[in-house]
């Protein structure tokens, strides 16, 4: 008699969860929706700099402002509609019965899905991180624009596209799929070589006229999409997706306005989310930066919020009657 092995036994939960997760990153990245989503993004990202005439007190303040809100208003109807549409359309299809019935726990399917979504919104990450660094050497300086980072930023994106599309073509790989990881590779390019020039295309010493600072502000924003993406999921069990949508919009806008409508009910506040601390614009302002302790509060709300998120999603998903 074959005897188990603790390891595999140990281990098992863990692989059925990525191995959901992938699924669920893979079915959301084939959607042609998340590519266009990503594609506009980036385009409002490195356009509007350069269509900003004015500064308003500080030299790239709009566009850094402006790079920041793309990145997050795009970020949360991508999340919206990955974590509404993969969970509801498998349990309207009857594919979630099937999947549960084989010696899968909720809990973990649960647990997968959320991992899956928070790669979809990683990839996303990924690709506007580096726009928004492009878009500040795009920021026109005294009316005059970065040549270098004209030619090299359009480029990117364009060389991007055809990678993908060749590569979909030769190995009938996806494309939607194929190009968030081309843009991300183009992208990331683009900065590195910035970061060796200066505006007149002069070597400087590497990373100089690159505003790297600019990262951590991104990545905040990142953790408020993965708390809106698993929101979204845990609305996703009972709601149907244009229902997710509209529910999400409005604890989105709750969260930004919780000050102002629950300032009088602190419990009621607490509860809700607050997307304002993950906005660190003004921290930026200034030449200032995005300090390690503000960051580690802010993560630490993050998590725990995250937790939160994630059980009432389980207890929700563990009573939910498949169809």
């Not at 350069?50 to 402002?65: F, K, P, S, T």
């Not at 992208?187 to 006229?209: C, K, M, S, W």
Request: proline share 4%.
């Amino acid at each position: 008699m074959d005897v188990p092995d603790p390891l595999s036994s140990a281990l098992r939960p863990l692989t059925q969860i990525l191995t959901i997760a992938r699924l669920t990153a893979l079915e959301t990245l084939r959607h042609p929706i998340f590519l266009l989503l990503s594609l506009t993004a980036i385009a409002c990202i490195l356009v509007v700099p350069m269509a900003i005439a004015h500064e308003l007190g500080e030299q790239g303040r709009l566009a850094r402002d402006s790079s920041l809100a793309f990145q997050f208003v795009f970020g949360v109807v991508i999340a919206g509609y990955a974590a509404g549409s993969s969970l509801r359309r498998e349990i309207e299809t009857g594919i979630l019965s099937t999947l549960l019935s084989k010696n899968i726990g909720r809990e973990l399917f649960y647990v997968g899905k959320v991992v899956g979504i928070g790669a979809v919104l990683a990839l996303y990450v990924l690709v506007s991180l580096p726009a928004g660094l492009l878009a500040q050497r795009l920021t026109p300086l005294n009316y005059e624009v970065d040549t270098l980072a004209l030619l090299i930023a359009p480029a990117a994106v364009v060389l991007a596209l055809v990678g993908a599309a060749l590569d979909n073509f030769f190995s009938h790989r996806s494309f939607a799929a194929g190009a968030m990881v081309y843009l991300i590779v183009a992208l990331d390019v683009a900065v590195l070589i910035l970061a060796a020039f200066n505006r007149e295309g002069t070597p400087v010493h590497y990373g100089q006229f690159i505003e790297w600072r600019l990262i951590p502000a991104q990545l905040l924003i990142a953790e408020a999409l993965l708390l809106f993406g698993t929101l979204c999921l845990a609305l996703a069990i009972r709601l149907k997706t244009a229902a997710v949508l509209a529910g999400a919009a409005v604890v989105f806008l709750l969260g930004l306005a919780t000050d102002y409508l629950l300032g009088a009910f602190p419990i009621l506040r607490g509860w809700a989310p607050h997307w304002q601390v993950f906005w660190q614009s003004d921290a930026l302002a200034a030449n200032g930066q995005v300090s390690g302790a503000l960051i580690e509060q802010i993560s630490l709300y993050a998590v725990f919020y995250l937790g939160g998120l994630i059980a009432v999603g389980i207890v929700l998903f563990r009573h939910q009657e498949m169809e």
